[in-house]
């Protein structure tokens, strides 16, 4: 089993839908969470933090369960902006090693 | 100014030759790394150095050779290079916060290195 898993997508949808994200870990020890965002052929760049009690930053909504082992992402009223590959990441063992999952794959249409 | 720069961007050779990937970061971080990202898009950990110790080698053959002369520079060497080392590589880097448990923070990546074995 991959220590993080994305289903690769992709997730086509037209402007203004909601969309949502899952990832899932192997690891029960890991510490922190991330959702990264990568355009095509540049460098992955931070989205945002995933906190256990859930956290919103503007159309994005990120959520941890740590019982089953996963964390989600949901993006409200998305922009062709949105358009992009969303990595899951995760933070685990004594030295902190950071994983990515394979990534998330979203195509907003106009 | 650029917090991650790699040298070079884009990187064309021939099966068995050696080449090096150079990596600097000004933001102060004390946290390095290689990833390498495949045809398929997975990035996947190669090396992290915590200043300038090597911390992380994630199963990298030893054709790989990660150098950190100092905590702002990390840089690969590889050698006899394979077609299957055709890849994005990128660096990053972080700052790991001292408290117990926090771990390191947001991971700032550079902007790859194109290596194409031909």
């Known amino acids: 089993r991959k220590e993080v898993e994305q289903d690769p997508g992709p997730f086509n949808v037209p402007e203004g839908a909601t969309v949502a994200f899952n990832c899932t870990y192997s690891?029960?020890?890991?510490?922190?969470f991330f959702w990264y965002r990568q355009d095509c052929r540049k460098e992955p760049k931070l989205l945002m933090s995933?906190?256990?009690s859930g956290n919103e930053d503007g159309r994005f909504t990120a959520q941890l369960n740590r019982a089953s082992q996963y964390i989600s992402l949901l993006i409200r009223d998305s922009k062709l902006s949105d358009s992009a590959t969303y990595l899951c990441?995760?933070?685990?063992?004594?030295?902190?090693?950071?994983?990515f999952g394979t990534g998330t794959k979203l195509q907003v249409i106009p | 100014d650029t917090a991650v720069s790699q040298t070079p961007k884009y990187l064309v050779t021939q099966m068995g030759n050696d080449k090096s990937i150079k990596c600097e970061q000004n933001?102060?971080?004390?946290?390095m790394y290689w990833y390498k990202q495949d045809s398929k898009k997975f990035l996947k950990i190669m090396f992290s150095?915590?200043?300038?110790?090597?911390?992380i080698n994630e199963t990298v053959p030893n054709r790989f050779s990660p150098k950190s002369p100092d905590k702002a520079h990390l840089n690969l060497h590889i050698n006899s290079l394979e077609l299957g080392d055709s890849a994005v590589y990128f660096c990053?880097?972080?700052?790991?916060?001292?408290?117990?448990?926090?771990?390191?923070?947001?991971?700032?990546f550079g902007e790859g290195s194109r290596l194409t074995v031909l």
């Open positions: 150095y915590n200043n300038k110790e090597l911390i």
């Open positions: 933001l102060g971080h004390d946290t």
């Open positions: 990441v995760v933070r685990s063992g004594g030295y902190q090693k950071v994983t």
């Open positions: 690891n029960s020890a890991s510490q922190s």
């Open positions: 995933v906190y256990s």
């Open positions: 990053a880097s972080s700052q790991r916060d001292s408290r117990v448990g926090a771990g390191t923070g947001e991971l700032f």
